[in-house]
């Protein structure tokens, strides 16, 4: 009894340091995987935390089924990097902001500056482009970032992108949470933006209609040596965390694209699909 025994507790020890070995190696994974920055923003004091990409990360974050890309209503296209734009298309300045519905400081971005960024495309200040990557999904595994992105842009085919994407980063779940990658769940948030919950929307985000072009999007994003999501970037200059020496805030935001401006006339043309407003924010189209 005795030698079963302390076979027993041989083999109780291997197990304890195979698992204490694993669960290091997946604490060493995360780490390069994910490196975390802070900076405070502004007045706010809001801790932007900046996903950065490790070596090899998201590789698999395409659609399963490739196929023929499928740009949504209203998409541009600019120097090979997909676009969902919102705003008046003739704005003198453009923001353009790279980011991932499964990214929280993504979110923590649009909770703090999507009041100022749809004011300042209601004024015909700036035209903003969205580009959609899948960050997430690469570095944790998963499918959320892509499987919101692709409803987004069924979004923007029925005209109510700025109201669905207001809404996934307001209801967005733990980074660790793939509540996103159920697309029962996105057709559930599409209840709450009026009109949006229609079969043609569900046949979009169901059959992964966008799937490719997300991809396309997302493969521009690893090409555009960016660190991390959000990037954003204001007439080709990086503003995020900061602009110069000067941090990013909702009334340096004004002030910078106030300067961008000066002297030239707000833009007054609608996008193509004019964006429906976000709920309780201001008209972005």
Known sequence: MSQKNSGD?????????QQQREREKAREKQRRILIVSAAVVGVLGLAAVVGVI?????????????GPVVAPTGATEEDGKPAIPTGKADAPSTLAIWEDFRCPACAQFENAFRDTIHELEAAGAVRTEYHLATLIDGNMGGSGSLRAANAAACAQDAGKFT???????????QETD?????????I??????????????RSCVNDGTHDTWV?????AFQNGG???TPSVLLNGESIFPQKGNEQI??????KWVAEANKGKKPGTAAPTTAPAASPGSPSAG
Request: avoid cysteine; proline fraction near 6%; aromatic fraction near 8%.
């Open 249 to 254: 805030s909702p009334e340096n935001l004004k």
């Open 226 to 228: 960016f660190r991390g």
């Open 215 to 219: 991809a396309k999007s997302n493969e």
């Open 54 to 66: 490790a070596a090899g990360g998201d590789k698999d974050s395409g659609s399963d089924k490739a």
């Open 178 to 186: 793939d509540a996103f990658g159920s697309n029962d769940k996105l």
């Open 9 to 17: 507790g041989n083999r109780s020890a291997r197990e304890r340091l």
């Open 163 to 173: 109201a669905y994407h207001d809404t996934l980063y307001i209801n967005q779940p």
């Open 188 to 201: 559930e948030l599409a209840a709450k933006v009026p009109g949006l919950d229609t079969p043609a929307f």
